[in-house]
């Protein structure tokens, strides 16, 4: 923050888990101290989409991040399921945004991209 000091406000991304959502209360109450508007929290690894029939698989459970955000009366920007091709996308150094439209990941990402970008413009 010291050292980025046009920020206007943080997201916060969290998994699913009761551990990982206490750190994102205390990262959102620490955002506070440091008087920036905590723009929404992104539930990351929200189950994963199987590689061999297409449905999902709850990992770490889903829901922590909904909950987090309501406690903390932010936005809800929306989960993203944990996928394969977005880990290889990622190590291949290319945007997985830009091979994978339409997979249920990608339809995520972009939910929570809109979600944020509506947020930004108000
Ligand atoms: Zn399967």
């Known amino acids: 923050m010291q ?69 903390l009366h932010v936005p809800f920007l929306g989960a993203i399921p944990l996928d394969p091709a977005m880990v290889r996308a990622g190590d291949e150094g290319r945007p997985f945004i830009l091979l994978h439209s339409g997979s249920a990941t990608w339809v995520a990402v972009n939910a929570v991209m809109e979600s944020l970008v509506k947020i930004i413009e108000r």
């Open 3 to 71: 050292l980025a000091p046009n920020v206007k406000g943080a997201v916060i991304v969290t998994t699913p888990q009761d551990v990982a959502v206490l750190d994102a209360v205390k990262a959102a109450k620490f955002i506070g101290k440091l008087e920036l508007p905590v723009l929404g929290i992104i539930e990351n690894m929200s189950g994963m989409v199987c590689p061999h029939c297409g449905k999902a698989v709850d990992l770490f459970g889903t829901g922590g991040g909904k909950k987090a955000a309501d406690d």
